[in-house]
């Protein structure tokens, strides 16, 4: 049974950091791609970041620079370290396997 667990959510003001986790079980995470999306309330749900195989990354332009995806192998993990943090950041954070499996999802506020 596959399942991604995330961490490191939680209020952030403009300007400061936090970073996402997603722990892979059932599935070793650099054999598949792995991506971080975010939703906000009626919007749909849109591509961050991207890891492949073999450790190419991708981005959305306006988090360039200031987001970075990263992979643990010797703890089966994901992460997104995101720096900078604006208001319009402020979303649902999902973190994605193969386009198959879905993590849980934290919400990430961004507010003074």
Do not use: H
Request: glycine fraction near 10%; proline fraction near 4%; charge should be positive.
């Amino acid at each position: 049974q596959v399942q991604l667990v995330e961490s490191g959510g939680g209020l952030v003001q403009p300007g400061g950091s936090l970073r996402r986790s997603c722990a892979s079980s059932g599935r070793i995470v650099s054999d598949y791609l792995v991506a971080w999306y975010r939703q906000t309330p009626g919007k749909q749900r849109e591509l961050v970041a991207t890891i492949s195989r073999g450790g190419t990354t991708t981005y959305v332009e306006s988090v360039k620079g200031r987001f970075t995806i990263y992979r643990d192998n010797a703890w089966n993990t994901v992460y997104l370290p995101m720096n900078s943090l604006k208001p319009e950041d402020t979303a649902v954070y999902y973190c994605n396997s193969d386009s198959t499996y879905w993590g849980q999802g934290i919400q990430v506020p961004v507010s003074s």
